[in-house]
């Protein structure tokens, strides 16, 4: 079920919310339970054979957390009485990984392993089950927090509510079980308020409008391009435009679920993390990540960078674990050389950036570097934003000849079409997949097709560098927005089809 889907607005979530409320009436545990219920049935709605696997994925991580958490108490019994808790978190993360990999990576490993032996062989895998990623990475954190004794909670109806709980189950923010489960415990989540409600539903509307009007748009003129890019030579103003509307097409995709995350649980009263912060303001790439999918950040940090030893044991050790944890990082959003090429990149990024920047602090001083960085803000910016498209390029691309064949376009290597050329452009041309004929990348083929694309294209990026997250715009400019927001989103919603979000897929 999709957020932007008309069964969703306005069936699931006034049905959820209805019964919540007037469940806590008589027990908060059955208010719980009913609000898990309906997590259930949103992720089940996809497609119901993968709903045994998530549950016997959070039975068995609740079963490990309480156990590690019995060694760090120093009891026993239980399973494997004689496995120590650090024991128990290695292999209760190892099958967690294990899981992972099967589903999401068997085909990658196998296909890879075929191309660097010469064998014909091939495996096309299993079908990826809907927010694997997602729900997988929440529990490890668990697992780890409990090790740690960080986390104490088990109450089962929270623990199962905190790794189902729909707004963030498919595309996250991944959460911590510290942010989460006090939150379940608070008695006023419990009373129904309008101000909570109406607050959450213009949250939710406006992500919704970034979705099904920005998004999407920007995705038409993306989505052919690169699908013609394997096999046609897309010209300077082709390439860059399907680079930067692609570009646009993942910021508006991205923030506007985070929005409508945050939306949904502020409707009851529950807090999400903030996943998303203008990442495209960003003046550096370390920047950039603060402010893109924090909360992966965050996870990748503390779970992977720290763990391989941080910035602890001198400065190549610590480039090493950036190169290897952006590597990951990457893999992690899918299976796909294009995938670790992306991570790679930005793994090289924060390489040069940190040698950068201590080189010029070692030959300015920290302080007149502070007084550089002002000076220099808007070439900083500019080159954080043009890596960040040319690493878009690899992460969008079918495979990396597409890749690298968009990128020679955006060098000018395939042609350039000069303005007084514009009036005879032909956009690329691609046979669809069904060979129902043949598709642009502008809308119409036509002078006012490009006029179109470069017009949508200047006024998203204002939007981008103009204006503030959701979440910090005030209440005041919510609200005036709303109305021409909804009219446009409800009008997509219900009169066009339902597209998926881009991190679905992860």
């Known amino acids: ?17 209805i019964g919540f409320f007037l469940l806590a009436r008589r027990s908060h545990a059955l208010a719980l339970g009913w609000l898990t219920l309906a997590s259930l049935v949103f992720y089940s709605w996809w497609n119901p054979k993968w709903l045994p696997l998530m549950m016997a994925s959070i039975a068995f991580n609740f079963a490990a957390g309480r156990e590690i958490a019995a060694r760090g108490r120093g009891q026993s019994g239980g399973w494997l009485p004689s496995l120590s808790g650090r024991s128990l978190l290695i292999g209760a993360i190892t099958i967690d990984l294990a899981l992972l990999v099967l589903f999401k990576y068997a085909a990658f490993l196998v296909d890879s392993a075929a191309a660097l032996s010469g064998a014909s062989f091939a495996w ?25 004794r960080k986390a104490s909670d088990f109450d089962p109806v929270r623990y199962g509510l905190f790794v189902t709980y729909f707004p963030h189950l498919i595309a996250g923010p991944i959460l911590h079980h510290k942010e989460m489960m006090p939150q379940f415990a608070r008695p006023d989540i419990f009373r129904f308020s309008a101000d909570r409600l109406a607050d959450g539903c213009v949250m939710f509307i406006l992500g919704l409008f970034k979705k099904v009007v920005l998004a999407d748009a920007f995705g038409s003129y993306a989505s052919p391009a690169f699908a013609a890019a394997g096999t046609h030579a897309l010209t300077f103003f082709e390439s860059w435009g ?42 550096n ?19 992977l960078y720290i763990p391989l030893g941080g910035n602890r044991q001198g400065w190549a050790r610590q480039q090493k674990n ?65 890596a960040v498209v040319i690493a878009w390029v690899f992460f969008r691309a079918t495979d990396a000849h597409a890749a690298l064949s968009m990128l020679r376009g955006m060098a000018g290597l395939h042609g350039a079409l000069l303005p007084d050329q514009i009036i005879g452009f032909v956009p690329v041309l691609g046979h669809l997949a069904s060979g129902a004929g043949k598709v642009t990348y502008l809308a119409d083929g036509t002078v006012m097709g490009f006029v179109e694309m470069a017009l949508m294209l200047a006024f998203g990026m204002a939007l981008v560098l103009g204006t503030p997250t959701l979440p910090a715009l005030s209440v005041r400019w919510r609200y005036a927005l709303i109305v021409p927001c909804a009219a446009l989103a409800l009008q997509r919603v219900l009169y066009g089809s339902a597209s998926p979000f881009l991190y679905f897929q992860f």
């Open 242 to 283: 399907a680079a930067l509307s692609y570009t646009l097409q993942i910021y508006f995709d991205f923030s506007g679920y985070c929005d409508m995350a945050i939306g949904l649980a502020l409707m009851i009263g529950v807090q999400l993390p903030i996943n998303f912060h203008s990442p495209y303001k960003a003046r």
């Open 285 to 303: 790439i370390a920047d950039f990540w603060r402010r893109w999918h924090m909360t992966l950040s965050r996870f990748l940090r503390d779970y």
């Open 1 to 17: 079920m999709l957020f932007n889907s008309p069964e969703f607005i306005f069936g699931f979530v006034p049905l959820t919310l």
């Open 322 to 386: 950036l190169l290897v944890t952006m590597l990951l990082g990457g893999l992690w959003h899918g299976a796909g050389w294009t995938f670790v090429i992306w991570g790679g990149l930005h793994g090289l990024y924060l390489m040069v950036f940190h040698a950068w920047r201590r080189s010029v602090e070692r030959l300015f001083g920290t302080n007149r570097h502070t007084s550089l960085q002002a000076v220099t803000a808007p070439l900083a910016w500019l080159t954080t934003f043009l």
């Open 124 to 148: 096309t895998g299993f079908e990826l089950p809907l927010g694997i990623s997602f729900f997988t990475f929440t529990q490890i954190a668990f697992l780890v927090d409990v090790h740690q």
